[in-house]
Nanobody, 113 residues
Framework: AHLVESGGGLVQPGESLILSCTVS????????MAWYRQGGGESRELVAQ???????DYRGSAKGRFTISRDNVKDKVYLQMNSLEPEDTAVYYC????????WGQGTQVIVSS
C-alpha cells in the first residue's frame, strides 16, 4: 500500500480540522488503518484506529474530540479533529496495518493563536 496524507495546516485553538489519507491501490482489504502523531521531541503515538468493519479505538486526548472514519469506496481514511488545542500540534501520520506496516509521509498540524 501507498499512503498520502493531506489537510494539515495552521489553526487557532478551538477550531476544527479534517485530515485525509488516500490509500493506493485499495483500502478495502487492509484490516486496520490508523492515525499517529509525533510532536516536537516526542515519540510517535497512536491517536485513533479503525478496522475494516468500522470498529474504532481512540487514545488519550483524542477521545471525545476526534473521529476516525474510512471510506472503502474512495479508498480514504479521515481524521476529524474538533476543539483543537496547542497540545495537538504535531506531524500526523497515516498508518496501514497491511501485510507489512506502511506509513505515510505525514502532514503538519499547528494549533496556535
Amino acid at each position: 500500500a501507498h499512503l498520502v496524507e493531506s489537510g494539515g495546516g495552521l489553526v487557532q485553538p478551538g477550531e476544527s480540522l479534517i485530515l485525509s489519507c488516500t490509500v493506493s491501490p485499495r483500502i478495502k482489504n487492509i484490516p486496520v488503518m490508523a492515525w499517529y502523531r509525533q510532536g516536537g521531541g516526542e515519540s510517535r503515538e497512536l491517536v485513533a484506529q479503525i478496522t475494516t468493519g468500522g470498529m474504532t479505538d481512540y487514545r488519550g486526548s483524542a477521545k471525545g474530540r476526534f473521529t476516525i472514519s474510512r471510506d472503502n469506496v474512495k479508498d480514504k481514511v479521515y481524521l476529524q479533529m474538533n476543539s483543537l488545542e496547542p497540545e495537538d500540534t504535531a506531524v500526523y501520520y497515516c498508518f496501514a496495518d497491511d501485510d507489512e506496516p506502511v506509513w505515510g509521509q505525514g502532514t503538519q498540524v499547528i494549533v496556535s493563536s
